[in-house]
C-alpha cells in the first residue's frame, strides 16, 4: 500500500474515525499532521493519497480530545488502513 502526503485534508467529511490518537495516526500514516487548517477550528490535519486515492483526516472543535476524526474517504479506502465508519 502506498501513503503519499498531500496538502489538502479533503473537501468534506465523509465518515468518522474513532478512538485513535493523533500519535496513532502519525504511526499508521508515517508523518505527522501535515495540513494548516484554521488553527480556531483544527488542531491536527493529515492529507494523503493512499495507492493514489485522496483522503484526510482531522478534528474538529477539540473532537481529538475525545478521540473523534473526521475523514474525507470518497472511495472508501482507508478502511485497509483505520476501522471508519462511512456516513
Known amino acids: 500500500m502506498k501513503i503519499e502526503q498531500t496538502y489538502l485534508?479533503?473537501?468534506?467529511?465523509?465518515?468518522?474515525?474513532?478512538?485513535?490518537?493523533?500519535?496513532?495516526?502519525?504511526?499508521?500514516?508515517?508523518?505527522?499532521?501535515?495540513v494548516l487548517d484554521d488553527k480556531l477550528k483544527v488542531v491536527n490535519s493529515w492529507g494523503f493519497t493512499v495507492n493514489g486515492y485522496e483522503c484526510g483526516i482531522w478534528d474538529y472543535y477539540g473532537s481529538h480530545l475525545l478521540g473523534i476524526w473526521s475523514v474525507y474517504d470518497p472511495d472508501n479506502v482507508l478502511g485497509k488502513l483505520f476501522v471508519v465508519e462511512q456516513l
Open 9 to 34: 485534508a479533503g473537501q468534506y467529511r465523509t465518515g468518522t474515525l474513532t478512538k485513535y490518537t493523533p500519535e496513532q495516526i502519525t504511526k499508521i500514516l508515517g508523518f505527522p499532521p501535515n
